[in-house]
């Protein structure tokens, strides 16, 4: 027994407790001529994990003339002013020092007005400012970029994985595919629905029903019997129930891709491809968890192992149901 309290412990502590349920550090950039000729405005928002008052990596010609900072909950917001000596070039950038996972980007800086969604450059952002239309990409470009973010998303989300653990643990064969496969129609439909705004539904609730579909799928799992999966009604409610959680699960990803600011011309393969990644994200997970499923039986722990994960996600489950509902409850979500 103190073996396995230890197990469990460990398990609930190498969960990270976020307030939220995406990872994803994501930055919006906003720059526009200012009164004097010449001189621009830049409006920085990033993740305050990432904030720093390293300078730009301006054009030549350019020079920062103000900055000022505002840290709140947990963006940092910068207005910095720019003066430049010349006319802006169409190969001109703005390095920005703040390693996002992506951005959005708005410019009006050479009258014309750009927007388009950014991608990082190891731990630099590159701001096209000179740019007076929005760069159009190869598909092949789109598809490998979105596939990519959908991979990193659902390996970084650890309330998406705990889920994904518990289905792992609940079921074998069959219907452990058949039980990955609706729940990944379920988000896959909903991600759809609330990209194009189909479907509205306020990001904090759904944070705190997703942490909750945790605790009740871990609850599943520890109270499952070798007698159920004989039993045909029991297999149709737990698929009606993963259906459900599904769809929850799929508004939360659909947060994070509105976030990277998808180029409107970009928007349906952006989704599809988005939600590629996810998938083999999730594939990939699912491997490796069945992996050590069967390391663990080689030893004659997998019963051992299979209560400790399950008991840890349950825990870390509830505690992300309290931290959530009393975010928002206190409007700090």
């Given at each position: 027994?103190?073996?396995?309290?230890?197990?469990?412990?460990?398990?609930?502590?190498?969960?990270?407790?976020?307030?939220?349920?995406?990872?994803?550090?994501?930055?919006?950039?906003?720059?526009?001529?200012?009164?004097?000729?010449?001189?621009?405005?830049?409006?920085?928002?990033?993740?305050?994990?990432?904030?720093?008052?390293?300078?730009?990596?301006?054009?030549?010609?350019?020079?920062?003339?103000?900055?000022?900072?505002?840290?709140?909950?947990?963006?940092?917001?910068?207005?910095?002013?720019?003066?430049?000596?010349?006319?802006?070039?169409?190969?001109?950038?703005?390095?920005?020092?703040?390693?996002?996972?992506?951005?959005?980007f708005l410019s009006t800086a050479t009258g014309a007005r750009v927007q388009q969604a950014l991608q990082p450059d190891g731990d630099t952002l590159s701001l096209p400012i000179g740019e007076t239309v929005a760069r159009s990409r190869a598909l092949p470009e789109?598809?490998?970029?979105?596939?990519?973010?959908?991979?990193?998303?659902?390996?970084?989300?650890?309330?998406?994985?705990?889920?994904?653990?518990?289905?792992?643990?609940?079921?074998?064969?069959?219907?452990?595919?058949?039980?990955?496969?609706?729940?990944?129609?379920?988000?896959?439909?909903?991600?759809?629905?609330?990209?194009?705004?189909?479907?509205?539904?306020?990001?904090?609730?759904?944070?705190?029903?997703?942490?909750?579909?945790?605790?009740?799928?871990?609850?599943?799992?520890?109270?499952?019997?070798?007698?159920?999966?004989?039993?045909?009604?029991?297999?149709?409610?737990?698929?009606?129930?993963?259906?459900?959680?599904?769809?929850?699960?799929?508004?939360?990803?659909?947060?994070?891709?509105?976030?990277?600011?998808?180029?409107?011309?970009?928007?349906?393969?952006?989704?599809?491809?988005?939600?590629?990644?996810?998938?083999?994200?999730?594939?990939?997970?699912?491997?490796?968890?069945?992996?050590?499923?069967?390391?663990?039986?080689?030893?004659?722990?997998?019963?051992?192992?299979?209560?400790?994960?399950?008991?840890?996600?349950?825990?870390?489950?509830?505690?992300?149901?309290?931290?959530?509902?009393?975010?928002?409850?206190?409007?700090?979500?």
């Open positions: 027994m103190l073996r396995r309290a230890l197990l469990i412990l460990a398990v609930a502590m190498g969960f990270p407790a976020p307030a939220q349920a995406d990872v994803f550090r994501v930055g919006d950039f906003v720059i526009q001529p200012d009164v004097d000729p010449g001189s621009f405005e830049l409006s920085a928002s990033v993740p305050s994990v990432l904030a720093s008052d390293k300078r730009l990596g301006l054009p030549q010609g350019c020079r920062e003339t103000s900055r000022e900072k505002l840290t709140e909950a947990v963006m940092t917001r910068y207005a910095i002013g720019i003066a430049c000596d010349r006319v802006l070039a169409a190969e001109d950038a703005i390095v920005t020092p703040w390693a996002v996972d992506g951005g959005t789109v598809a490998v970029e979105y596939t990519w973010q959908g991979i990193v998303h659902i390996l970084g989300g650890w309330d998406h994985l705990a889920f994904v653990l518990c289905l792992c643990l609940l079921a074998r064969g069959r219907f452990l595919l058949a039980l990955v496969t609706t729940f990944t129609l379920g988000h896959s439909l909903s991600l759809a629905l609330a990209f194009f705004d189909i479907v509205k539904v306020p990001v904090p609730p759904v944070e705190a029903v997703i942490a909750l579909s945790i605790a009740f799928m871990a609850r599943e799992a520890i109270r499952a019997k070798e007698s159920d999966r004989d039993d045909p009604g029991k297999r149709r409610r737990q698929l009606a129930v993963v259906a459900g959680f599904g769809l929850l699960h799929g508004l939360g990803f659909a947060t994070v891709l509105r976030e990277l600011g998808v180029a409107p011309q970009e928007r349906l393969p952006g989704l599809l491809f988005f939600n590629g990644g996810v998938e083999l994200g999730q594939l990939i997970f699912v491997a490796c968890v069945l992996g050590v499923m069967k390391l663990a039986s080689i030893f004659d722990r997998d019963q051992w192992v299979r209560q400790g994960a399950l008991y840890g996600a349950g825990i870390v489950g509830c505690f992300w149901v309290i931290e959530r509902v009393a975010g928002f409850t206190l409007g700090t979500a």
